[in-house]
């Protein structure tokens, strides 16, 4: 992993670090005793930095550059040994590399279900996952804070925490938006750039940050996908009576049984469904039957409504409900409204059913 060049006398005189790696983020330059010469050459590649620690404390931090190891441009540590401008001699100190590049395509995801409260469902169980990118940010604090004395510190030495990390601020932020479990497939950019801004000032704490977080799918329980999945598909079925008559006529046809086969029990029908409306039509000795009683259609489903209000949600309202909300005042033409089916959140005027609400008045009062 490191390149060691001797060039003149027992001690280092050029000091750099080559990464054929993807996944190191700190690496200790070796030598026995730590012993630099004074006046070596150090080395600092772009995406990394150099952080000397000289008996146990942290000195100083080289960026990307060509550097002299002397006294003027290593203040913290010529502090530190009480050097003077005459010093020639070799000095100890151990040097860690940093990388400082994007580690990208790590990924996280939720171990357990999260449960959240579905405005239209109720409380929900959720799964989730995505991928996130990290780099570090500071060094020095990096070094102190995760790495310690660690001679090779690789990603996968702190991905397990930060995975968590992402999952602790992912449940608290999906329980604060309120957004309807059907609406997440359309936010996730909107609650990855929430999540990344609620983790941000813990990983500034390890010096890490974390410039791009995504969430690539929000999923619910097996069970619950099934149930939706029905109803979807009796919403395009429609009438369900007229979709099983239709499959049982495509059955047939592809049995074998023959278009004449067909057309003849098709016939047979007819005329059997013809002669019992004669019959029913002519009641006893010729006289006219009674109508029959028709049962009448089941009773619409009433439509509700929900009401954003401070960042939370209430309802079900009725339509009832949402009359003497108005004229109580509690609801107005902007107040945010939702139903089921329903494109996202519209102002309550902008709806065909309570725009009604706001525009009827009361007859004038009775004279005298």
């Known amino acids: 992993m490191g390149i060691f060049d001797f060039l003149t006398g027992e001690f280092i005189d050029v000091i750099h670090w080559t990464d054929d790696t993807r996944d190191t983020m700190v690496w200790r330059f070796e030598r026995e005793d730590h012993e630099i010469k ?30 002299m190891l002397e006294t003027n441009n290593m203040p913290i540590t010529t502090t530190l ?30 171990k357990n279900p999260i449960i959240a409260r579905d405005p239209e469902f109720g409380p929900v169980r959720l799964r989730a996952y995505g991928s996130y990118t990290i780099k570090v940010s500071d060094p020095a604090r990096f070094l102190t804070e995760i790495v310690g004395t660690d001679g090779e510190f690789t990603m996968d030495e702190i991905s397990y925490q930060i995975r968590n990390i992402i999952v602790q601020e992912f449940s608290r932020t999906i329980a604060r938006a309120g957004i309807p ?19 941000a000032p813990r990983l500034a704490e390890y010096g890490l940050e974390m410039p791009e977080l995504y969430i690539e799918n929000i999923s619910l329980p097996e069970a619950v996908e099934a149930v939706l999945d029905k109803r979807t598909s009796m919403g395009v079925v429609g009438d369900l009576s007229t979709y099983m008559n239709y499959q049982a006529a495509e059955s047939l046809t592809a049995q074998g049984t023959g278009g004449a086969a067909l057309q003849a ?39 509700v409504w929900h009401i954003a209000e401070a960042g939370k949600t209430k309802g079900p309202f009725s ?17 945010l409204v939702w139903t089921a089916g329903q494109d996202g959140w519209k102002k309550a005027a902008d709806v065909t059913a309570l725009a009604t609400l706001f525009t009827v008045l009361p007859p004038p009062p009775p004279e005298g």
């Open 319 to 335: 339509r009832a409900s949402m009359g003497r909300m108005s004229a109580d005042g509690a609801l107005t033409r902007d107040t």
């Open 38 to 67: 004074y006046g070596a050459k150090l080395t600092v590649r772009e995406g990394q930095a150099a952080v000397f620690v000289h008996e146990g404390q942290l000195a100083d931090v080289f960026t990307p550059g060509l550097y």
């Open 265 to 303: 029990g098709v016939g047979a029908g007819l005329g059997m469904q013809i002669a019992r409306e004669a019959s029913a039509q002519a009641g006893p000795w010729g006289a006219p039957a009674p109508q029959a009683q028709i049962a009448p259609p089941p009773p619409p489903v009433e439509q």
């Open 81 to 110: 040994n009480h050097w003077d401008h005459g010093f020639k001699s070799p000095f100890k100190s151990e040097v860690y590399f940093v990388n400082t590049t994007r580690f990208s395509d790590l990924k996280w995801g939720t």
């Open 181 to 199: 479990v059907l609406d997440m497939a359309a936010n996730t950019r909107e609650l990855g750039t929430l999540v990344g801004r609620d983790i």
